[in-house]
């Protein structure tokens, strides 16, 4: 059966009366959900992958508990920010677009400053700047902006990653917005 003709019969059943045991069949609206929930782990299986090729790429030393922590966090809908030592995105996950506005490709080649603004703690900005010089791991809560102007406050905890040598490579920010 193909899965036009699947759909169709689904909406078909959904709209017959009660099954045997009182309560209304599989209602057509839950396929589109399915669907959607499909491709979401899709995608985030996808970027899981792409985490994986860049540990491998720069030779992260991670131990398993840091990379199933970030695997977890990616699949749970955190955003992830990957940067150089001069705080340049490299790389953010999908997920960066939906808290900032911003698309990877945006956000991509510009220092993370791009998201701050008027009501940005500069005494926490110094705080952070303080620890990652130190490359010393750091949780803040700050405020930052997304593309179109609003305010939001953005939980990060930060860390910094260093390759098999132990030599420092990138940070590694954990992001969610705080409601």
């Given at each position: 059966?193909?899965f036009s003709?699947?759909y169709?019969?689904?909406?078909?059943q959904?709209?017959?009366s009660?099954n045997?045991?009182?309560?209304?069949s599989?209602?057509?609206?839950?396929m589109e959900?399915?669907?959607?929930?499909?491709?979401?782990?899709?995608?985030?299986?996808?970027?899981?992958?792409?985490?994986?090729?860049?540990?491998?790429i720069?030779?992260?030393?991670?131990?398993?508990?840091?990379?199933?922590?970030?695997?977890?966090?990616?699949?749970?809908?955190?955003?992830?920010?990957?940067t150089?030592?001069?705080?340049?995105?490299?790389?953010?996950s999908?997920?960066?677009?939906?808290?900032?506005?911003?698309?990877?490709?945006?956000?991509?080649?510009?220092?993370?400053?791009?998201?701050?603004?008027?009501?940005?703690s500069?005494?926490?900005?110094n705080?952070?700047?303080?620890?990652?010089?130190k490359?010393?791991?750091?949780?803040a809560?700050?405020?930052?902006?997304?593309?179109?102007?609003?305010?939001?406050?953005?939980?990060?905890?930060?860390?910094p990653?260093?390759?098999?040598q132990?030599?420092?490579?990138?940070?590694?920010?954990?992001?969610?917005e705080?409601?």
């Amino acid at each position: 059966m193909i899965f036009s003709q699947a759909y169709s019969d689904m909406q078909q059943q959904a709209g017959r009366s009660n099954n045997l045991d009182g309560q209304r069949s599989f209602p057509a609206p839950c396929m589109e959900i399915y669907l959607l929930t499909q491709a979401q782990q899709k995608a985030r299986r996808k970027e899981a992958g792409i985490f994986g090729k860049l540990a491998t790429i720069f030779d992260w030393q991670l131990t398993r508990k840091q990379r199933r922590d970030y695997l977890q966090a990616l699949n749970q809908g955190f955003t992830l920010v990957l940067t150089d030592s001069s705080k340049t995105v490299l790389w953010a996950s999908h997920s960066f677009l939906t808290m900032t506005g911003y698309t990877t490709s945006e956000a991509v080649g510009q220092t993370t400053k791009f998201l701050q603004g008027e009501q940005t703690s500069s005494t926490e900005l110094n705080r952070i700047n303080s620890q990652l010089q130190k490359r010393m791991p750091v949780k803040a809560d700050l405020v930052n902006y997304r593309k179109n102007g609003e305010a939001y406050v953005c939980r990060l905890e930060i860390e910094p990653l260093r390759n098999s040598q132990g030599e420092f490579t990138h940070f590694l920010a954990v992001e969610m917005e705080v409601v």
